[in-house]
Nanobody, 129 residues
């Protein structure tokens, strides 16, 4: 079973940057595509970014496109989310997630949280204005 864990969250002023990390235990993360999602209080969880198993395909929510970059280092069993030009509306708990079956998520399902079965505990990102 895949166990995911996020780190790297914190407090930052608007315009600043943070780099989130997603690590795995119990399985080789390089075998799985990974999605990043976020949830702010009172708001439904939303898709942020997706990276395919080998890193050849990345997809972003329109709200973060051009500001966030998802990447992975399979040798280190890690996935990253570099967040720049942060805005107060980026404040949320950020989660990384992986599908149940090793491999990639179909392109029609990148955005759908229900297509991911393994989730980390989340890391808080707070952006002040």
């Amino acid at each position: 079973q895949v166990q995911l864990g996020e780190s790297g969250g914190g407090w930052v002023q608007a315009g600043g940057s943070l780099r989130l990390f997603c690590a795995a235990s119990g399985a080789t993360l390089s075998s799985y595509a990974v999605g990043w999602f976020r949830q702010a209080p009172g708001i439904e969880r939303e898709f942020v970014a997706y990276i395919s198993r080998r890193g050849l395909t990345t997809t972003y929510a329109d709200s973060v496109k051009g500001r966030f970059t998802i990447s992975r280092d399979n040798a280190k069993n890690a996935v990253y989310l570099q967040m720049s030009s942060l805005k107060p509306e980026d404040t949320a708990v950020y989660y990384c997630a992986a599908p149940y079956t090793p491999g990639n998520v179909p392109s029609t399902d990148y955005y759908r949280g229900e297509k991911y079965d393994y989730w980390g505990q989340g890391t808080q990102v707070t952006v002040s204005s």
